[in-house]
């Protein structure tokens, strides 16, 4: 299998992009309303262009991708479970999944912890 991987992850910006004007019209939420988010994570430099596009604070995520590497689908449920363990998020935040799959597929969900 060959893939143009630079193309890929601007096409997964875009529809994370997407994906999360959506959801916030649904929640409706604005960046502000965000306290913490988990996503998918595959790299640095993937992550600090996908939250620098989606307009939200790279300090509300809990990152796993620097000591735990690409985990794929997986990530995102890690970072989560990780993230409740050690006191990232508390009771009454307001918390954003953004899942992005290089299948090009996206999906968030937005809750009360």
């Not at 890929?8 to 309303?33: F, K, M, P, Q, Y």
């Not at 913490?36 to 993937?46: D, M």
């Not at 989606?54 to 989560?80: C, K, M, R």
């Amino acid at each position: 299998m060959e893939t143009d991987s630079e193309a890929l992850l601007h096409a997964g910006i875009e529809l994370a992009a997407t994906t999360w004007d959506e959801t916030r019209a649904v929640l409706g939420w604005t960046n502000d309303s965000v306290d913490k988010s988990f996503t998918h994570q595959v790299g640095r430099a993937h992550r600090n262009l996908l939250y620098e596009r989606l307009g939200l604070d790279p300090e509300i995520d809990y990152s796993t991708v620097e000591f735990l590497g690409n985990t794929g689908a997986t990530a995102l449920p890690i970072a989560a479970a990780m993230g409740a363990e050690s006191g990232h998020v508390v009771a009454g935040e307001r918390v954003a999944w953004l899942g992005i799959g290089s299948g090009l597929s996206s999906v968030m969900l937005g809750f009360e912890w």
